[in-house]
């Protein structure tokens, strides 16, 4: 693996293009959780000019329905949900400002195509790691959507969260060059 | 006839959902360190590496392995000599869900109306499968399965004239397609033959295998090896970032046919094949 780089959050256009697919990366500073009906939620906002609950600008959303914390934890276990299913929502979030995602899983032709138009960078987390990355979460709290239970929106303060940029603003897949790399015929 | 008491069950079904999602099987972090001596990809070893420390922290801290602690499938082997005290059987595997979710810190992660999808709030209910065997022990066995690998899951009904060929071309294609989705390294619960919903139960059911086991029948413990090698040239590797292990293990159980069938089911696990059982 390549030299581990540190970013913090909001994301500048000038750290988005300093990424590339294949980096590992360690992210500090605040992030928010959103996951399907969020999502729903959120696009419905924009489209109908509402204010959403948090400033989508340089902001980074981490695909994640965490478990319910222990007494005196912020934050229960916590990895990434696939991401596919937040596909549909995803371009026009970053039209509105939003600049990394971090999930686990291949993303649409779509989605690609608008990292490289509004520059944002797609992360992948190891799933199924959830008890390690809670122990990066400094703090948590619920901002929206509170009846949504796991799928709650909710602010997290965190330090050294450990990802690899998969999709960046050029272009790039790692999931596919990855596979292309190790597969073998016959 | 021998007596259980309600309580019991639904004590013992509730600390099963806890372990289970905690703490990991021996078999599957030996996996996971074999692994990661023979996986090429450098991205792919520190994967490894993280899900091995995961499970460490997860023990430690009796915290899920992975925050999606799954729907709760049960299975039970009531002997026939079992007589249950002061309620019903599924009313305390039910109770015992509830309770392990909730005291647990356990994600409750279904809804009660697959279009309407509101949380029902304690994880239940949960899927029950029953055998009756002879004697005067209740065996429960608690399988949290996660949603996100699941989707990855499917049934086909092959023809017979597909035989081996067909088998091998569905389960290894279903893996290709599966990518990173299902959090690769996977277990690959395979069933073959019975019905259609038989079949996928039986692909199920495989996924409680211990790894490395071998299958009693050498020509299916061969088809599981085959499938293994073939599922692990695809590339995919840990996460579905390149690298040479995809998949830890493939269990195949097979069930008789009709004549005019050949069902094959693929059920597709994330590296955190939880399972725990007890006997009472």
Known sequence: ?186 | MRTIPFDQIRDTVARLCIEANCILGEDVVRALEKGREIEESPTGREILNQLLENQQIAREEMMPICQDTGWAVVWLEVGSQVKIEGGELYDAIQAGVAKGYTDGYLRKSIVADPLRRKNTGDNTPAIIYTEIVPGDRLKITVQPKGGGSENMSEIKMLSAADGVAGIKKFVVDRVWRSQANPCPPVIVGVGLGGTFEKCALLAKRALLREIGSLHPDPFYAQLEQELLEEINKLGIGPQGLGGRVTALAVFIEAFPCHIATLPCAVNINCHAARHRSAVI
């Open chain 1, 1 to 186: 693996m390549s030299q581990i780089k540190n970013i913090i959050t909001p994301l500048t256009e000038e750290a988005v293009k300093s990424l590339h697919a294949g980096d590992a990366v360690t992210i500090t500073g605040t992030i928010y959780t959103a996951r399907d009906l969020a999502h729903q939620r959120l696009v419905a906002a924009l489209q109908n000019n509402e204010t959403l609950p948090f400033d989508l600008r340089g902001a980074v959303i981490y695909y994640v329905g965490p478990s319910p914390a222990k007494p005196g934890r912020p934050i229960g276990s916590c990895g990434p949900t696939t991401s596919y299913r937040m596909d549909a929502y995803t371009p026009a979030l970053l039209a509105a400002g939003l600049k990394g995602m971090i999930g686990k899983g291949n993303r649409s032709p779509a989605v690609i195509e608008a990292l490289k138009k509004y520059c944002g960078v797609y992360f992948a987390a190891v799933g199924g790691a959830a008890a390690l990355l809670a122990q990066r979460v400094r703090s948590a709290r619920v901002i929206a959507y509170e009846e949504l239970g796991p799928e709650a929106l909710q602010e997290l303060v965190v330090e050294n969260l450990p990802v690899i940029v998969v999709n960046d603003c050029y272009g790039a897949d790692l999931y596919q060059e990855g596979v292309r790399r190790y597969k073998k015929e016959g």
